[in-house]
């Protein structure tokens, strides 16, 4: 079975987020990481949706923007008291 076909039956086609089982996570743990690297990928168990893999970079940026967030209210918060 070919890479392309493997990635297909896994995750199910192309989706907004790519998903795939938590059994095959756990059996194609390598191509979960390759794939969540990429873009993110959500995992599922009894058909819902658990936990999402993605880059490290993607997670970073995500947490940045976060903090920066927070600071902004927080600032808006203490003019606001003035």
């Known amino acids: ?6 990635m297909d039956r ?8 790519k998903t795939m089982s ?3 996570a756990k059996n194609a743990f390598g191509m979960l ?3 969540a690297r990429a873009e ?9 949706k658990v ?3 993605l880059a490290v970079e993607e997670f970073e940026r995500l947490t940045s ?3 920066m967030k927070t600071d ?6 203490k003019k606001a008291v003035k």
């Open 40 to 48: 993110p990928v959500a995992v599922e168990k009894h058909g819902r």
């Open 10 to 17: 896994i995750f199910g086609g192309i989706s907004a987020m």
């Open 65 to 67: 923007l976060a903090q």
């Open 51 to 53: 936990v999402v893999v």
């Open 22 to 24: 938590a059994k095959d």
């Open 72 to 77: 902004e209210d927080e600032n808006v918060r």
């Open 1 to 6: 079975m070919s890479e392309i076909a493997i």
């Open 33 to 35: 990481i390759d794939h």
